[in-house]
């Protein structure tokens, strides 16, 4: 069996590149892939450590994980549409209207 | 059979709270809404209609009214009948069986302190009870006649029966604590009758100065009381009398203390006694309903701080000072009233600086050690002076609401009930042998003299009082009944005896002011002192000092004492007949020739206003004081400025807030990021 270091580093990296676009883009698009990348990172160290392990339990919760990210990314995206039809933007720091 | 009466010695106290309840439930729901709806209407209502007001007659009285007059006198007449036959199934057991303690529930129960709530019958409070029921009930009924005008006619009886239930549950608790929820009973009650004409400001402030007043007494007794529980670990009458001979053997009660606990509970007793220097809220609690007067300010509730006394004698005896306090303090209030009665134009006014000068007299009877005595005058008091009172209000009634004596004259005539029981009251209260007033006063004024914590100097003050009284006494009675008329036409006109629910109760008060005596006529007159006799169990303690003080005292020397006070009685009289019937003028003349010494004494000696510049207005001063710079600034600035830091802390924080999606996710974040250095961290 290999070791699932190299999967984690992977899986490391890739949530690393999503935390960043979160934080740093202004795009609220970026940001919800930023989000999806995030998602995936966590599916990609699941399905290793499951592999490493021999327990599917691993690979469950990937799906699972992909099931809610689907849902996410449609609610997701309808939000955006309409904020865009509204604001004619989607820069995030512009959507700043809920604060004191 | 004898066992069973005794077992409803509670029904004494709940008839009267029975009065209370229906009535309280007439006075909410009957006659406010009648009341209220019927000011709602005066302003549209036709300017006459005041006059049909004054006598009532033009409308119809409310149904409730007669249930009102039927029951409020009935529960206190009922609460009567029980106390008899309590009493008489107590005289029906041997003398030193006579103590009956009834335990209903047990009330306060904390630690090692217990309090229940329990009645004891003895022959003390027996005395007290028939006094308070007897009277009370004839007060009662001779308030249905007296405030049949008036407006809140069940409201007055509320006050009235919850007088009755408080000054009972005062008088008949087993222990302190009891007492003082009494205490505070007729001192709320007192308060709410002083003020029921509530609408006008003289009545509002003199009820608020009574209880005021009452307040400073009311502290010394607490105190009294906690020390009372810390010294003998009890409130109970019973326990604390039986553990005094052991604590005072094993040094635990020393005198000091005896004479701190008897000394505050004299505080508490001058107070609602209305005794130098308290006495100031009496005169002026006499803007209540005359029935009132009688009832709460005369026969009853002023005489608690003596039945405490009392009560507590066994305490006394073991603190000479404040036996000696208490006699002082007797009989100086005694001659101090008694000469601002010689001033007083106001019939009611008179009547109540005679009764402070005559509370006067019981606390000089304690202070000489002879308790029996005070009681005696206590009830024969009760007698004579709520006679007094209903009379001045059978007047007053008569002259619409005249309170002033230069505005009478020539009753007699228009009057003849309340004139021939208020003279034989006047009688009574001067001293003259063979009435209620000359037994009790002699007995003191004798016991002043002989008794072993006695001083001549005591007895020289009391019979100069005793003189004075008759004299104001009788001039009462001169310028109200005899001579020209003085009276407004327009009065004069309506002069009416009152009805028969005023004019009976007057009757038979004044067979009891004759014969309320008759009970403790003295050895030496050949008579039998059953009244000293029903006592003694109570005042077994002091029997043996007082005895010991008698023993060098002959029947002469108490003849002679008699004879004396008679004759100073009859002094009294004669000088008042000379000054107001004789020589009408002469009064007039006299006070024109020492306009000072007369100005000090028409104006009460300026007490009031030496209290109001020395305590009152500092005590103001002092709160305005709090108000001002104390309380709106300091308190408030506390307040303030506490609110004013959380919003400014407040303000700083939201702007943390800032709306932007990205900021929220980095902190996100960071918390994360904390949350799993925490996790893995070595």
Redesign the interface.
């Known amino acids: 069996m290999m070791e699932p270091s190299a999967y984690l580093l992977l899986s490391g990296i890739l949530f690393g590149i999503g ?1 960043v676009g ?3 883009r ?1 795009n609220a698009l970026i ?1 919800l892939m930023s989000v999806e990348i995030m998602l995936n990172a966590v599916n990609v160290a699941f399905i290793a450590v499951g592999s490493y392990l021999g327990d599917v339990t691993g690979s469950i919760f990937a799906f699972m994980v992909m099931t809610v990210a689907a849902a996410e990314a449609a609610v997701g995206l309808a939000i955006l549409i309409a904020i865009f039809r509204l604001k004619e933007t989607i820069d ?2 512009e ?6 | 059979m004898v066992g069973e009466i005794l077992d409803y010695l509670w029904l004494v106290p709940a008839l009267p709270l029975l009065g209370v309840i229906v009535n309280s439930g007439i006075a909410l729901f009957a006659e406010r809404p009648l009341l209220l709806a019927e000011d709602a209407r005066r302003p549209t209502d036709s300017p006459g209609d005041d006059h049909g007001h004054g006598h009532g007659a033009s409308h119809a009285a409310p149904p409730y009214r007669k249930l009102v007059a039927v029951l409020g006198p009935a529960v206190v007449g009922a609460s009567f009948v029980v106390s008899l036959l309590a009493v008489l199934a107590l005289a029906a057991r041997p003398p030193h069986e006579r103590l009956f303690v009834q335990v209903l529930f047990p009330w306060v129960q904390a630690g090692t302190f217990s309090a229940p709530a329990a009645f004891q019958l003895d022959p003390l409070s027996s005395v007290m009870i028939l006094v308070v029921t007897g009277v009370g009930f004839l007060i009662h009924v001779y308030s249905v006649g007296y405030m049949s005008h008036e407006r809140a006619f069940a409201r007055y009886f509320v006050y009235l029966n919850l007088f009755t239930f408080a000054m009972l549950l005062l008088v008949l608790g087993s222990n302190f604590l009891l007492m003082f929820v009494g205490w505070e009973g007729v001192g709320l009650c007192s308060y709410l009758l002083i003020g029921y004409w509530y609408e006008k400001k003289s009545a509002a402030d003199a009820g608020k100065k009574a209880f005021v007043v009452n307040r400073v007494g009311d502290f010394g007794f607490l105190v009294a009381m906690f020390l009372i529980f810390w010294t003998f670990g009890s409130v109970e009458y019973t326990e604390v009398f039986a553990r005094i001979p052991g604590l005072a053997a094993s040094g635990v009660l020393t005198t000091g203390i005896a004479t701190a606990i008897t000394l505050l509970l004299f505080v508490g007793a001058v107070g609602k006694s209305a005794q130098i220097p308290l006495y100031v809220w009496l005169p002026d609690a006499m803007e209540g309903p005359t029935p009132v007067s009688a009832l709460i300010h005369a026969a009853t509730m002023v005489t608690a701080g003596v039945y405490m006394v009392a009560r507590t004698n066994a305490l006394y005896l073991l603190a000479p000072t404040s036996m000696m306090v208490v006699a002082v303090v007797g009989a100086a209030t005694a001659i101090f009233s008694a000469t601002i009665g010689i001033t007083q134009n106001d019939i009611k006014r008179v009547l109540a600086y005679s009764t402070v000068s005559q509370l006067g007299y019981m606390f000089l009877a304690c202070g000489v050690g002879a308790f029996t005595a005070g009681i005696f005058h206590l009830m024969t008091h009760a007698f004579f002076k709520a006679l007094l009172f209903l009379g001045s209000g059978s007047v007053i009634h008569a002259l619409a609401g005249e309170q002033d004596m230069r505005k009478m004259g020539s009753l007699k005539n228009h009057l003849p009930v309340t004139f021939v029981t208020m003279f034989i009251a006047t009688l009574a209260i001067s001293g003259i042998p063979g009435l209620s007033g000359f037994f009790s006063k002699d007995e003191i004024l004798w016991k002043s003299f002989s008794s072993g914590h006695g001083h001549a100097g005591l007895w020289l003050v009391g019979t100069a009082a005793a003189g004075i009284t008759a004299f104001y006494m009788f001039r009462l009675v001169f310028l109200t009944f005899f001579g020209n008329s003085r009276m407004d036409p327009e009065v004069e006109k309506h002069v009416h005896e009152s009805p028969y629910s005023m004019t009976v109760p007057l009757m038979i008060l004044a067979v009891l002011a004759v014969a309320g005596g008759w009970v403790g006529i003295p050895h030496v007159l050949g008579g039998h002192n059953y009244f000293e006799e029903w006592l003694a169990p109570v005042f077994a303690h002091g029997a043996a000092g007082a005895a010991h003080g008698e023993a060098h005292a002959s029947a002469a020397l108490e003849y002679l004492l008699m004879a004396t006070s008679v004759g100073v009685a009859l002094c009294g009289i004669g000088l008042a007949w000379y000054l107001y019937r004789v020589r009408p003028s002469k009064p007039k003349e006299i006070a024109d020739r020492v306009p000072g010494l007369y100005g000090v004494v028409l104006n009460k000696y300026y007490v009031d206003e030496i209290y109001d510049v020395a305590i009152v207005r500092k005590i103001v001063n002092g709160s305005i004081w709090l108000w001002e710079a104390f309380d709106a600034t300091f308190i408030d600035g506390i307040v303030n400025g506490v609110a004013a830091l959380v919003q400014k802390a407040g303000d700083r924080a939201r702007r943390v807030q800032t709306g932007v999606v990205g900021n929220y996710a980095l902190s996100l974040l960071l918390g994360a990021v904390i949350l799993v250095g925490f996790l893995i961290w070595p």
């Not at chain 1, 959507?95 to 004191?100: A, N, P, Q, R, Y």
């Open positions: 935390v979160v934080v740093a202004k940001v995030i720091t959507l700043s209207v809920l604060k004191w």
